[in-house]
């Protein structure tokens, strides 16, 4: 195999690959991947839940800093009040974490509430509403975050630690160290996707969910209860807005720093379209993302051995800050490239963004 | 989505190619005799000049030029603008052209009044924007005013931090509250007992209309 390294210019991308799959198979790279996108995919599952009913929820990003804000200031709290509580064995949990990721996700369904009466009752336009929860999330929790400048931390979930029998065994031991190294919250995204996939497509409720999203009169010909099925369906997809936001400030840092998200909202907005609109495809969707975002730092510090590896380090000489830069725009550049072509032309749930007003009714 | 990746491509330049020595932080060399210039000794008097003639020019185009009416017509209903001839796909490219020049104005004026590039220009002026277009009701003259309430607010901002201690923050905090209201007018006219005027609000029904539909082919 080394001779194909060799070919003029081809050998790069043989090398590249090569490099891939050495990351792969024998670091961590998968289970940073799945760190990643944990995120993606929660935002994306809220997505799902709201755009399949018929609500564009856009501001999937203010659901998740104030979650991330609520669940931190909760958590800090809550370990200021018992600073003896002993981390449990598994995952480092103290009653503090625990409470935050509660708050977090009570925080995701407040605001999805609001966002859910805005576009309901008050049947104003969605894009805007979201927008202006995008708006007032930054400034809310930039407000208070520098009003009260919290200084004490809760910690932070730890990643899961594959018991000694288990990573003897040999494919189980590999997927326990490489791929499930992460942290609960990441983990439950393996739970949460093919539950939501399922019920999506082989429930009643998921039955009734497309068809609101798809014809919402028809739905309510037939005695679906529209206002109220979208009302839950936006309500409790602020839990994974919720959890994604607990993320942040629970698992991936265990601090909260002002307009944290870094536009992770809009790429699991991205993802949802990426995956038409099912769990599960956009999940495959927030893994792409991910794995740009974790092989990135890889290349940077790990990087791979050769001529490419070589070729690299002389662009880091020249060009430190482009590089640095470049590799931390890779995820940005590919939400974009595969919105403008990859997926082609997708298409959402017809009622999507529009007010359901009952026949007769004003 | 965009934001980021010119915030990063734009962070390397200034650091890796376009740095001048000697400033304790990373920012390009000054842009000399292109410096906007001040008019009556007051900051801003200039920049205020070209906005306020480019919004006289924008409210020509729109309410008193063919294109103008092909534009409003397109946003207002996309099919009856291709039943009577007018080409949506050709409007959506040459408005969002036109918007991008707005914008680059917008940067190009707040550069060179500043003098140079600093690596790291953050700002939330273009989410502000999206509120001012929004409160001024898609209307130059709206525009000019809504965009006076928000640049007021945003002066004054840093003097209430430094003497009543009140986080900068709250401006973007009220901009989000004043945008959630006007998406719920009805709400708040029925609450405030307000007589609603005979038009809906067409204007702001139209951005999520849009939304996922695909362009009109």
Known sequence: ?362 | MLNSLAAFVLIGLVNDIFRIQGPTFARTADVGNAKLPLWFDQDGIFQMAIALTLAALAYVLIYRTTLGFEIRTTGANPSAARYAGMSPRRLTVLTLSMCGLFAGLAGAIEILSLGYYPAVFGTTIGFAGITVALLGRANPIGIVLAALLLGGMRAGAPAMQITADIPIEIIDLIQGLILLFLAAEVVIRRLLRIRAERVTPGELQTVSRSYGQGTAA
């Open chain 1, 1 to 362: 195999m080394e001779f194909l390294y060799d070919i003029p210019g081809l050998g790069y991308v043989f090398q590249l690959l090569g490099y891939l799959v050495d990351q792969l198979l024998t670091t961590n790279l998968p289970a940073r991947t799945l760190f990643f996108s944990t995120p993606l995919a929660l935002g994306a599952l809220c997505g799902v839940m709201c755009e399949r009913s018929g609500i564009v929820n856009i501001g999937i990003e203010g659901l998740m800093l104030t979650a991330a804000f609520v669940g931190f200031m909760a958590a800090m709290l809550v370990s200021e009040a018992m600073p003896d509580a002993e981390p449990s064995g598994v995952f480092g949990a103290t009653p503090a974490l625990l409470v935050g990721v509660l708050a977090a996700i009570l925080a995701g369904m407040a605001v999805s509430a609001l966002h859910a009466w805005m576009s309901i009752s008050v049947r104003a336009d969605q894009i805007i509403t979201g927008t202006a929860i995008i708006i007032i999330a930054f400034g809310l929790t930039g407000y208070l975050n520098r009003l009260i400048s919290p200084s004490g931390s809760a910690g932070a979930f730890k990643t899961f630690v594959p018991p000694e029998w288990m990573a003897g065994i040999p494919i189980i031991g590999w997927i326990a160290e490489n791929v499930l190294s992460v942290g609960p919250i990441s983990l439950s995204v393996l739970i949460f996707v093919p539950i939501l996939q399922i019920l999506l497509f082989r429930s009643r409720w998921g039955l009734r969910t497309r068809a609101v999203g798809e014809h919402p009169r028809a739905a309510d010909t037939v005695g679906v209860d529209v206002i109220r099925l979208r009302y839950r369906n936006v309500i409790l997809g602020g839990i994974f807005a919720g959890l994604a936001g607990g993320w942040l400030t629970l698992e991936a840092n265990a601090s909260f720093q002002n307009g944290m998200t870094a536009n992770r909202g809009f790429i699991a907005l991205a993802a949802v379209i990426f995956g038409r609109w099912t769990p599960l495809g956009s999940f495959g969707g927030a893994l792409l993302f991910g794995f740009s975002e974790a092989i990135g730092i890889a290349i940077r510090s790990d990087p791979p051995p050769g001529d490419l590896g070589t070729w690299l380090s002389g662009i880091q000489a020249s060009y430190p800050s482009l590089y640095n830069n470049a590799f931390s725009a890779l995820p940005y550049i590919l939400t974009i490239i595969v919105l403008a072509g990859v997926v082609g032309r997708s298409i959402p749930p017809a009622a999507v963004g529009r007010p359901y007003v009952k026949e007769g009714a004003n």
